[in-house]
């Protein structure tokens, strides 16, 4: 299985900060990750596909980049509705696999 | 508005079996493959089964494999997860999630029901 590690577990930050969440696949999936949002009460919301490509309605101070092994999300001028889990997850093969989640939270 | 709504979690004993239920809405459920995700306390999440528009095709985990099956019925919207020989590890959050047509990651997810396996 393609594992997916996550960095860091924890972040503090605050609002108008901009902050970088790094996942490592274990090996290849070429562009084939996705960046998920979690928050308390709420479904999970799909921020980012194909490595770098916002889903419709993700906020242009998300960005995401990398391919191969290494991939990062990054947010920009952080609001506090940022505040949440993210977690990345491959689809390069099967079983797809999440990160471990990083939790951003308001410092 | 897309909708997706489990149902079926509770408290199961080591050994039992238990049928989860996901309801969709807003969309043309027969159009998408359609899988189940959960997540154990504290834990990360875990694609657990996915399904093809039909039916016809199913795909697990080695985790899940032999002892749950999905299946749906698309004149209903429903997705159904029939789960057997639980184990305490299968104690988690069940989501009920959408594929995105244009590939294997999750473009909607239901807000989850939870399963625990205990005695």
């Known amino acids: 299985d393609v594992q997916m590690t996550q960095s860091p577990s924890y972040l503090a930050a605050s609002p108008g900060e901009s902050v970088s969440i790094s996942c490592k696949a274990s090996?290849?999936?070429?562009?084939?990750l996705a960046w998920y949002q979690e928050k308390p009460g709420k479904a999970n919301k799909l921020l980012i596909h194909?490595?770098?490509t916002l889903q419709s309605g993700t906020p242009s101070r998300f960005s995401g980049s990398g391919s191969g092994t290494d991939f990062t999300l990054t947010i920009r001028s952080l609001e506090s509705e940022d505040f949440a889990v993210y977690y990345c997850?491959?689809?390069?093969?099967?079983?797809?696999?999440f990160g471990g989640g990083t939790k951003l939270e308001l410092k | 508005e897309v909708q997706l709504v489990e149902s079926g979690g509770g408290l199961v004993q080591p050994g039992r079996s238990l049928k989860l239920s996901c309801a969709a809405s807003?969309?043309?459920?027969?159009?998408?493959?359609m899988a189940w995700v959960r997540q154990a306390p504290k834990k990360g999440l875990e694609w657990v089964a996915t399904i093809s528009t039909s039916g016809s095709r199913t795909y697990y985990p080695d985790s899940v494999k032999g002892r749950f099956t999905i299946s749906r019925d698309n004149a209903k919207s429903s997705l159904y997860l029939q789960m057997n020989s639980l184990k305490s590890e299968d104690t988690a959050t069940y989501y009920c999630?959408?594929?995105?047509?244009?590939?294997?990651?999750?473009?909607?997810w239901g807000q989850g029901v939870m399963v625990t396996v205990s005695s």
């Open positions: 999630a959408r594929h995105d047509l244009r590939g294997d990651y999750f473009d909607y």
């Open positions: 997850q491959q689809y390069n093969e099967y079983p797809w696999t």
């Open positions: 194909s490595g770098s």
């Open positions: 807003g969309f043309t459920f027969s159009n998408y493959y």
């Open positions: 090996k290849s999936i070429s562009n084939n």
